[in-house]
């Protein structure tokens, strides 16, 4: 599903590079958490495997696309395939809860008739039937987050990148929402969430990859949070 291959990416102006010979290989259908103190270079990661930056050298392919030689007319389709989740929820706040997912369906040319049934039943599957009518600011942080995650099921992505989603939740609300990703994962979308929430990877017990400076020092089956000492 994601292969990185030697990747260096070094942004412009910059004297250090923000990755620095990456080697990772996620497989269809794991969950994997990016884990690394800040400036570590997790959101690069996540920016590269959604196009938004290029690789400096080396090679990455996702979903089954060269992004070292993509055609821009080409990236739509990628990121169509690909599902994000991000910190800061990203809702579109003067738009409704069901218009805020049922937006992509229409940008995508689905008909009215395919949105009415797609955004009650992604709404159902995040636990917020019912609250179509409401505005993002009339909802908990916890809540929007299910907003922006049926946002990105309503597209049954293959693939499913997650950066800092729990940043602006509470424990609890945290820990519902990525039981949400493992559902999401164990009805077979591949799952990568970069995290800092020590306490919900060592709940989960998943495949660790942690990051210092720019390279990949641990990457462990079923891993622990382990901060550094
Ligand atoms: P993390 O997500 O782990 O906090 P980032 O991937 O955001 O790490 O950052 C990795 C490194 O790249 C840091 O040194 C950061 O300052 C640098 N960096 C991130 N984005 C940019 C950018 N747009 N321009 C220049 N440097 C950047
Ligand atoms: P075509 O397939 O006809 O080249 P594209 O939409 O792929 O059409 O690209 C249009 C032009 O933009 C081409 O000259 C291509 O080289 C250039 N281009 C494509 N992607 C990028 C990119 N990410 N950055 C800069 N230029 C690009």
């Given at each position: 599903m994601i292969r990185f291959d030697h990747v260096v990416k070094t942004y412009p102006?910059?004297?250090?590079?923000?990755?620095?010979g990456i080697d990772l290989t996620v497989e269809a259908g794991e969950f994997v958490f990016l884990v690394g103190p800040s400036g570590s270079g997790k959101s690069t990661i996540v920016r590269l495997a959604l196009c938004e930056e290029k690789v400096t050298s080396g090679g990455l392919t996702v979903a089954g696309r060269d992004l070292t030689t993509i055609r821009r007319r080409n990236v739509p389709a990628l990121r169509r395939e690909v599902g994000t989740v991000f910190q800061d929820f990203r809702l579109l706040p003067d738009k409704t809860v069901g218009q805020n997912v049922a937006y992509v369906l229409h940008v995508l040319g689905e008909t009215p008739e395919a949105v009415r049934s797609a955004v009650p039943a992604a709404l159902e599957t995040v636990g917020l039937a019912g609250l179509e009518h409401r505005l993002p600011h009339q909802l908990s942080g916890g809540e929007q987050q299910r907003v922006a995650i049926a946002r990105a099921l309503v597209r049954r992505p293959t693939l499913l990148l997650a950066d800092e989603p729990t940043g602006n939740l509470d424990p609890r609300t945290s820990l519902e929402l990525v039981r949400l990703l493992e559902e999401i994962n164990a009805s077979g979308t591949t799952v990568v969430m970069a995290t800092h929430d020590d306490r919900i990877v060592d709940t989960l017990r998943r495949r660790v990859v942690q990051l210092e400076a720019g390279r990949i020092v641990r990457d462990e089956a079923a891993g622990l949070y382990l901060r550094a000492p």
């Open positions: 102006r910059s004297t250090r590079p923000a990755l620095d």
